[in-house]
């Protein structure tokens, strides 16, 4: 007889593995201390968000969103950002994410985050928020000498 394939786990089966082998309330990881090596540049990341406002013949059916998290366990928060990865979305900061996808894989993922969120003890927060792209085009930066009127053309210049 051969072997069966193992069937693939779900990302919530996944990760309800990793909190009983071990991760929880008392063996917590609180250092904050990340890689920033696998983070894109502010300007590239900037690039990517205004992509996405001008794709001139947007889905229909596609939804724009933010998934934003406040993790404490260093793995659990590195398992969702490559889950977050993986489906679509693409880092803007260190927690917060941008999605331009279907309403399916929206639900999925709000889906697979709330059961990741009810498998273990915490104090971790997921939000996810939809967006509209005139939202997004208001977008400000702070902390950054980066002039994102003039990259979005929002800013309107006078020639005498």
């Given amino acids: 007889m051969g072997k069966s ?5 779900t990302f919530p089966q996944k990760m309800n593995k990793l909190m009983h082998a071990g991760v929880d309330n008392n063996q917590m ?3 904050r201390q ?13 690039r990517r968000v205004i992509g996405l406002l001008n794709i001139p013949k947007k889905k ?9 998290y406040d993790i404490e366990s ?7 950002a490559k889950y ?5 979305c693409f880092r803007v900061q260190r ?15 709000r889906s697979d985050l709330s059961e990741v969120q009810a498998c273990y003890d915490n104090h971790d927060s997921i939000m996810i928020v939809p967006v509209s792209t005139d939202f997004l085009r208001s977008m400000k930066i ?12 929002s800013k309107n210049t006078l020639f005498f």
């Fill in 5 to 9: 394939k193992k069937k693939e786990l």
């Fill in 29 to 31: 990881i609180y250092n």
């Fill in 34 to 46: 990340h890689d920033l090596s696998s983070i894109e540049s502010l300007d590239e990341r900037i």
């Fill in 60 to 68: 229909s059916l596609n939804m724009l969103f933010f998934v934003m």
């Fill in 74 to 80: 260093n793995k659990v928060r590195n398992q969702v």
């Fill in 84 to 88: 977050l990865l993986r489906k679509g």
């Fill in 95 to 109: 927690s917060i994410f941008l999605a331009d996808l279907n309403n399916q894989d929206y639900e999925q993922i």
């Fill in 142 to 153: 702070i902390g950054k000498s980066i002039d994102i009127d003039i990259i979005m053309n």
